[in-house]
């Protein structure tokens, strides 16, 4: 995943974790609807906003909840976290005139949702800020344009129950209820001719409603709630937070007033509430501010509230904040990777093929290493897990047939991990190498012809030449021909570079002292590409035509293999007997050094042993 599919994965996954919260506070809050103090409602309210925000799940022993909702699972491994040894020094290279290269196989990947839908979301979550933004700075102008001060007896009222000077009353043609306003700087807006209207104690207990929303920070958590509700826009549980939030926050500071209150007092504070309705027809407060009056439909269930209250109960009062602390920390939780079952990362345009092992199916342990799915920085270049994941799921049915049980399967898994992880960075390397020292040297570039050549043969050598099943092939796995042009442009220096290295260190394999009876193995594995037998094994004599002409075997395999070991030419380094199958070993026990075996036919494809040397 790049960075804004991984944003939108955390998303998504919080979103749909919340929806469960809200879901299940909602329920509480109605069946104990007459037993709970306004202030836990309030609260509650602002939990289920704030588990909007929180982009991430804890590990725990158990959760309801699988470990994420984009990806494969990841379990606990043996192996230990990946130390990538980046070197600081790159032989030097000469000026390079390149020939043409045969781009490898592309690793397939499914087309596949993301990255259109983190495109729509990125979008919507964009345009409702943006807008908000906008609505909040062009309502801010036209207050400053069509306010005044209100009259000296309601800003000493105001500063006389804020206990501040630094409160403003303002009167303002572009509200039509009493509101407070301002998150930093709290102002209290009143309608033309409303206070002239209103009694002194009518005055007081209004003002006395938006010093509640004052104490309890409302203004700040409705722009929690609205920017919850934007990055989650596709939620509508998350609208129903953001206005659940609201209407808690009104009935807080109705409880805030009458604390207290006598039976009259309540009855002034009611009837204030729908005198303030009938002057101003019940018209709604500006998003930006909190008011008095909200609704029609919001003051009745206030009015009944204030009428006929109710006491609450403290042990159901106690009963609700439990389950509803214990729903948040439910939805925060995700399974250790220990604790669920264990999956097979199966190679993407394949169906998975699970070894009978009476303990479980073992997966990779990347997620836990690279929780932000990123392995590695070369140079500003990110190495993601995803790339890791694709070299390595070819490799998966292999392991699974020739591990004996799930421990082995997984240090496996882990082994050859580390191993990718390195080739990669490696390659990364020479690639920024290869294109740094070319800044100063003009004449050191591709030439678009070599690349076109090596796509054109390709294309004639894995389809026949039939161009239109090469573009399918392509959109199977997920790629742009510009994408697939790149990669071969890649390959292409990466094969250069590494010959170069090769050369300037005077690389040659040593044989170990404990390495008796054991082969140093390259491999070339050639897809089946949907060809029958004898396609496959043409192709196959064709690779071996070129070996015999002088070709280098690992440079056949880093274009031609679309084993997960390609970028280092195939090597699988020093195997045994029991570490390959027994048609590999029958192929390479009696092959002399520096020799390719006859190829191997297999369901998966077919495949070409080199014998590096011998112990």
């Known amino acids: 995943m790049n960075m804004l599919e991984s944003i939108f994965a955390a998303v998504v996954d919080a979103s749909w974790r919340g929806a469960w919260l809200i879901a299940a506070v909602l ?21 289920l906003v704030l588990r909007l925000l929180v982009p991430f799940a804890i590990p725990g022993g158990w959760s309801p909840f699988p470990a994420h909702l984009f990806g494969s699972p990841a379990s606990q491994a043996p192996s230990a976290p990946v130390a990538v040894e980046v070197p ?23 087309l596949s949702p993301l990255p259109a839908a983190a495109m729509v979301w990125a979008l919507g979550a964009a345009v409702l800020i943006v807008s908000r933004l ?13 306010s005044r001060p209100a009259p000296a007896a ?57 010093r509640g929303h004052h104490l309890r920070r409302d203004l700040l958590m409705q722009e929690l709630a609205r920017f919850a509700a934007a990055v989650h ?56 501010a909190f008011g008095v009056v909200e609704s029609k439909q919001q003051l009745k269930r206030r009015i009944q509230m204030i009428a006929h209250p109710s006491a609450a109960a403290p042990l159901r009062t106690l009963l609700v904040c439990t389950v509803g602390f214990t729903a948040v920390v439910v939805t925060l939780t995700r399974p250790s990777r220990a604790a669920g079952p264990m999956r097979v990362l199966a190679a993407p345009n394949s169906t998975p093929t699970v070894a009978a092992a009476p303990t479980g199916i073992a997966e990779d342990n990347l997620e836990r290493l690279f929780p932000n799915g990123v392995v590695a920085t070369v140079g500003g270049k990110t190495i993601t897990v995803a790339q890791v994941r694709r070299e390595i799921a070819p490799l998966l049915p292999q392991f699974q047939r020739e591990t004996k049980n799930l421990e082995e399967l997984r240090q496996r898994i882990g082994v050859t991990e580390n191993s990718i992880i390195k080739d990669l ?50 959109r199977a796995r997920g790629m742009t021909m510009d994408d697939y042009r790149r990669q071969v442009e890649e390959d292409i220096i990466y094969s250069y570079m590494r ?22 193995l390259r491999l070339i594995e050639l897809a089946r590409n949907g060809e029958s037998d004898a396609a496959l094994l043409k192709r196959a004599d064709e690779v071996l035509a070129r070996f015999h002409q002088g070709e280098s075997f690992p440079e056949l395999a880093e274009h031609l293999s679309v084993d997960a070991r390609h970028i280092r030419g195939g090597d699988w380094g020093w195997v045994r007997e029991s570490d390959v199958k027994p048609q590999y070993w029958s192929s390479i026990r009696d092959l002399p050094k520096h020799e390719v075996s006859a190829p191997i036919l297999l369901p998966e494809g077919c495949f070409l042993l080199y014998v590096e040397d011998r112990g």
């Open 233 to 288: 826009w596709f939620n509508p549980l998350a609208w129903v937070a953001a206005a659940r939030l609201r209407y808690a926050c009104e009935l807080a500071c109705d409880e805030f007033v009458l604390s207290g209150a006598a039976r009259d007092d309540r009855a002034e504070y009611g009837a204030a509430l729908l005198r303030v309705l009938s002057l101003t027809n019940g018209t709604r407060t500006p998003r930006f």
């Open 154 to 210: 309601v800003l000493a009222e105001a500063q006389r129950q804020f206990g501040s000077d630094r409160i403003r009353a303002f009167v303002t043609d572009r509200i039509t209820a009493p509101a407070l306003y301002g998150v930093l700087r709290p102002r209290l807006l009143f309608p033309l001719g409303l206070i002239e209207r209103l009694g002194s104690a009518e005055l007081r207990l209004i003002i006395a409603h938006e």
């Open 499 to 520: 010959s170069k290295e090769r050369k300037l260190t005077g690389y040659h394999p040593v044989t170990p002292p404990d390495h008796k009876g054991a082969v140093h």
């Open 27 to 47: 329920l509480l809050q109605w069946a104990f609807r007459r037993h709970v103090s306004a202030r836990v409602v309030r609260w509650l309210s602002l939990a």
């Open 88 to 110: 600081t020094v790159l032989p030097e290279t000469a000026a390079m005139t390149p020939s043409a290269a045969v781009a490898p196989s592309a690793r397939r990947s499914p």
């Open 425 to 474: 960075v490696e390659r990364e390397l020479l690639l920024q190498e290869f294109h740094t020292r070319g800044q100063n040297d003009p004449a050191r570039h591709i030439a678009a012809e070599s690349v076109e050549q090596a796509i054109d043969q390709r294309i004639q050598r894995e389809f026949g030449g039939d161009r239109d099943k090469f573009m399918a092939s392509l």
């Open 134 to 146: 906008l609505a909040a700075m062009t309502f801010a102008g036209r207050l400053r344009r069509s």
